[in-house]
């Protein structure tokens, strides 16, 4: 039940297995040498079954889009040969998935990392990731990741799994987005704690600066969210039929900025990059966030010192400005409402200084 849970907030700047570059490229000749991750020989008595649902009831980690994915970039086979999703598996077929990296021991490590604790009982922990640091290992991050911290911080606990691929995690944040995190210190308490991400009834609001000045003071951006069809990096937002997943952000105005917003954005869904995919959706892409076109100067004038000051801003805050910075569940034993908060980091603190400070001057020159 656990890969449930973590289905709805998968994250491929946090990849596992099949969620990274493995998977980006079609293979286009002898460079690219395949890797066998996984090998199924179909019983003599199989009967005709699509291949996406052969592989999602044997490989827990996947759900039946990520299959449909790998099989449309080449990288699902049947007897030494790509297959599509539809594929209808036979008696006796191999099928196998490939991965362009060979596969690699994926031992948890241990590392003395700090942690910056924000609570901590027998059963839970409650941390402020930094920006940049990936939540867990998985492909071109198997080390200095939360994960790893996590591992040496509970070496005398028997009770965390470090067998477990993803320990103590019941969700987790993007990469280069700081803020709250929850993790459990034993499996009653992951399941307890899953449950309730599961069924939305955690609390998790984010503080955003956004490109452009927000004409209404609060807001609701509905869409399903999936993968943009020409960029596997990148998820976008669909409005209308059954692409993607539900996903609803609930938004509020705090402070107009110039041309940048201050804004405060609530989860009622966890979906992949959900709050910047949305606020790109709505025309508000986040500051400086170079995946979704937020590193590009999308307001202002074209004066030459605007253009520096821009610039400058993207040096103080060299990441998306976003920050989980409210973080609410029930306590999975005592069953007390915990609701915990920390303020915004270093960088974006100077970032929305130096906003506040270009619009003085500007109103000074006027």
């Not at 210190?185 to 009834?201: D, I």
């Not at 107009?256 to 989860?267: A, D, K, N, P, S």
Request: net charge negative; hydrophobic share 35%; proline share 5%.
């Amino acid at each position: 039940m656990q890969d449930n849970f973590f289905e709805e907030i998968e994250d491929p700047e946090d990849p596992d297995i099949l969620t990274d570059e493995d998977l980006l490229d079609v293979p286009d000749g002898s460079e690219n040498k395949l890797y066998e991750q996984y090998r199924f020989v179909a019983d003599a008595g199989q009967t005709l079954l699509r291949i996406d649902k052969f592989l999602v009831c044997r490989i827990t980690k996947l759900s039946r889009n990520r299959i449909q994915d790998a099989a449309d970039a080449g990288f699902v086979m049947v007897n030494g040969k790509s297959v599509k999703s539809n594929y209808r598996v036979k008696p006796l077929d191999v099928v196998s998935v490939m991965v362009t990296k060979p596969p690699v021991d994926t031992d948890l490590i241990p590392e003395n990392i700090p942690l910056n604790i924000v609570y901590e009982d027998a059963d839970v922990l409650v941390v402020n990731k930094p920006a940049g640091m990936v939540v867990h290992p998985g492909h071109g991050n198997y080390t200095g990741t939360l994960v790893n911290a996590l591992a040496w911080h509970f070496k005398e606990n028997t009770k965390f799994e470090t067998s477990d691929p993803r320990p103590g995690l019941v969700h987790r944040i993007d990469k280069n987005t700081s803020g709250l995190l929850v993790i459990a210190k034993n499996p009653e308490a992951k399941t307890h704690l899953g449950w309730q991400f599961f069924n939305k009834t955690t609390q998790r609001k984010y503080t955003a600066l956004v490109w452009g000045t927000m004409d209404t003071e609060s807001g609701t951006i509905t869409g399903n969210i999936g993968r943009n069809l020409r960029d596997r990096l990148q998820m976008d937002v669909f409005p209308e039929g059954d692409q993607g997943k539900p996903a609803v952000t609930h938004y509020k105005l705090l402070e107009r900025i110039g041309y940048v917003t201050l804004v405060e954005c609530q989860l009622e869904t966890g979906r992949t990059h959900q709050i910047r995919a949305h606020m790109k959706h709505i025309g508000h892409p986040l500051f400086n966030d170079e995946r979704y076109g937020g590193h590009a100067i999308l307001k202002g004038t074209t004066f030459t010192k605007y253009k520096q000051f821009v610039n400058n801003c993207f040096d103080i805050c060299p990441r998306q400005a976003l920050h989980a910075r409210t973080l609410g569940f029930i306590h999975p034993v005592t069953g007390e409402e915990m609701i915990f908060e920390c303020p915004l980091p270093e960088d974006m603190q100077l970032l929305i200084e130096k906003w506040r400070g270009y619009v003085a001057f500007r109103e000074l020159e006027f």
